[in-house]
């Protein structure tokens, strides 16, 4: 599975943007798809995360502002965030995995594949 993430700018606080992870390759629909971030200087955190069935999960950080979906005939999942801060600056990268049992949603070494990043960065 190969991942391509874009959708990143720069925008002002309180603005929205979304973010798309295109996948290309076998297996896509049964994937677990994740969003991360990383800040300058600092480690790549979990954002959010879909299931192949649309179970999701957020970090509490984004909980009512960021959401994720994903349409797996286009074989992409999206990340649609609002009422974005300053404090959300950073590169965010997608993820994915193959499905398995007990499947830490927020453990960056429990995804096998990882786009290239893309920038976001909110002004104040």
């Known amino acids: 599975v190969q991942l391509q993430a874009s959708g990143g700018g720069l925008v002002q606080a309180g603005d929205s943007l979304r973010l798309s992870c295109a996948a290309s390759?076998?297996?896509?629909?049964?994937?677990?798809v994740g969003w991360f971030r990383q800040a300058p200087g600092k480690e790549r955190l979990f954002v959010s995360a879909i299931t192949w069935n649309n179970i999701s999960t957020s970090s509490d950080s984004v909980k009512g502002r960021f959401t994720i979906s994903r349409d797996n005939r286009k074989s992409t999942v999206y990340l649609q965030m609002n009422s974005l801060k300053p404090e959300d600056t950073a590169v965010y990268y997608c993820a994915a995995s193959s499905p398995r049992l007990r499947f830490d949603f927020e453990s960056r070494g429990a995804y096998s594949y990882w786009g290239q990043g893309t920038q976001v960065t909110v002004s104040s």
């Open positions: 390759g076998r297996g896509f629909l049964r994937q677990i």
